[in-house]
């Protein structure tokens, strides 16, 4: 059973800090990696995605990539109480590149007091 | 752009009865994923269509069932619905290239009482 975890949280930090959402994964052969940040009673929202080991910087996010680890994380810079909602990370099955199926972790909970 | 368009966005079935949802997706995108999402969870792989062909399904009974039209929109379909059928239920598009990311739907919440 190929699994994606996440501490579901709460994680809460104050406005202006930086959050930090982890996420580990089982199959070695994934091959691309996402985050989606889903607010209540809405639907997931691409945020992030990566593919290669290191960082990759968009605006307030980074996301980092170690393979060899089975370790996904983001980073939320200067973190705005906006920011507060469900941070879902999904990996690709396999090595086939196909992104249309996706194993999703229960998602991260973050709250950001003003 | 138009994003992927869901109907109906919410529904409301009793036990036993079956339900079609309705998607479409981003223009140019040939690939359809159908997702469950159980509240308090992340969202469970139901199927993937790509060029009207199924490409992947994932653990659900054969009550769930899909196709995809030859201009690229889908349904899903679900027999005999039982209480833990009630989610959000998700399609997602995406071109079909290698690595190329899903994006979601609204979604269509149903209900089964």
């Known amino acids: 059973q190929k699994e994606v975890e996440q501490n579901s949280g709460p994680l809460s930090v104050p406005e202006g800090a930086i959050a930090s959402l982890n996420c580990t994964y089982s199959d070695r052969g994934s091959q691309s990696f996402f985050w989606y940040r889903q607010y209540s009673g809405k639907s997931p929202e691409l945020i992030m995605s990566?593919?290669?080991?290191g960082d990759k910087e968009d605006g307030r996010f980074t996301a980092q990539l170690n393979k060899a680890s089975q370790y996904v994380s983001l980073l939320i810079r200067d973190s705005q109480p906006s920011d507060s909602a469900t941070y879902l990370c999904a990996v690709s099955e396999g090595f086939s590149g196909n992104t249309g199926k996706l194993i999703f972790g229960q998602g991260t909970t973050l709250q950001v007091k003003p | 752009d138009a994003g992927v368009t869901q109907s109906p966005t919410h529904l409301i079935k009793t036990r036993g009865q079956q339900v079609t949802l309705r998607c479409s997706p981003i223009s140019g995108h040939k690939s359809v994923s159908w997702y469950q999402q159980v509240l308090g969870q992340g969202p469970q792989f139901i199927f993937q269509?790509?060029?009207?062909?199924?490409?992947g399904r994932g653990n659900f009974p054969d009550r769930f069932s899909a196709r995809q039209f030859p201009n690229y929109s889908s349904e899903l379909n679900v027999n005999a619905l039982l209480l833990g059928d009630s989610a959000l239920y998700l399609c997602a598009s995406r071109s079909g290239t290698r690595d190329s990311p899903l994006h979601f739907g609204n979604g269509t919440r149903l209900t089964v009482t």
């Open positions: 990566i593919y290669s080991n």
């Open positions: 269509y790509y060029e009207k062909e199924e490409r």
